[in-house]
T-cell receptor
Framework: DAGVIQSPRHEVTEMGQEVTLRCKPI?????LFWYRQTMMRGLELLIY????????DSGMPEDRFSAKMPNASFSTLKIQPSEPRDSAVYFC????????????FGSGTQLSVL | GESVGLHLPTLSVQEGDNSIINCAYS??????FIWYKQESGKGPQFIID?????DKRQGQRVTVLLNKTVKHLSLQIAATQPGDSAVYFC??????????FGDGTTLTVKP
């Protein structure tokens, strides 16, 4: 079975550029989560969706970050404009939702903003 | 300059020994807890979960213990193997659908 698929695997960009990270959750999963992982702050929840609707975006650092989930099989996390402090590994995860809360993570996108 | 960042607890064990990884959680209202394993270059992977109405749950070579009185969670790994070397995270569900992760513990298994 295909797990959560993220692309790109690595992204190197220059400060000020727009960055778009993509995620395909596991088919049938109702909840989707975006996390950011850094040495400084560990794993931080940025936003999560339930049935394609954003439920909690309190972890989104600032207005430069936005996330969408246009359908049940696709989500994007966009950073515009990007800054060096955005450099991190960004993970997408999905779950069945409801009382089944265990998360299935993708392999992550390693983002480097120069 | 001084390096600032998370200082992850570390645990080093001999292959074949049992490992115990501890986690303190913060919210007494948390009702669901999960342990994840993260290997280098990969996303966290589910190991085992436990609900707050239980105090122990066993899986294959792993056991999770929950002490709600002191808000403490532990993961026990029996007969630790080199493939168990990873960072281990506990996560608590504090609101419906939202999991908060701890800082993680690095487990190193010496052959």
């Amino acid at each position: 079975d295909a797990g959560v698929i993220q692309s790109p695997r690595h992204e190197v960009t220059e400060m000020g550029q727009e960055v778009t990270l993509r995620c395909k959750p596991i088919s049938g999963h109702n909840s989707l989560f975006w996390y950011r992982q850094t040495m400084m702050r560990g794993l931080e929840l940025l936003i999560y969706f339930n049935n394609n609707v954003p439920i909690d975006d309190s972890g989104m650092p600032e207005d430069r970050f936005s996330a969408k989930m246009p359908n049940a099989s696709f989500s994007t996390l966009k950073i515009q404009p990007s800054e060096p402090r955005d450099s991190a590994v960004y993970f997408c995860a999905s779950s069945l939702g409801g009382s089944v809360e265990k998360l299935f993570f993708g392999s992550g996108t390693q983002l480097s903003v120069l | 300059g001084e390096s600032v960042g998370l200082h992850l607890p570390t645990l080093s064990v001999q292959e074949g020994d049992n490992s115990i990884i501890n986690c303190a959680y913060s919210n007494s209202a948390s009702d669901y807890f999960i342990w994840y394993k993260q290997e280098s270059g990969k996303g966290p992977q589910f190991i085992i979960d436990i609900r707050s109405n239980m105090d122990k749950r066993q899986g294959q070579r792993v056991t999770v213990l929950l002490n709600k009185t002191v808000k403490h969670l532990s993961l026990q790994i029996a007969a630790t193997q080199p493939g168990d070397s990873a960072v281990y995270f506990c996560a608590e569900r504090t609101n419906a659908g939202k999991s908060t992760f701890g800082d993680g513990t690095t487990l190193t298994v010496k052959p």
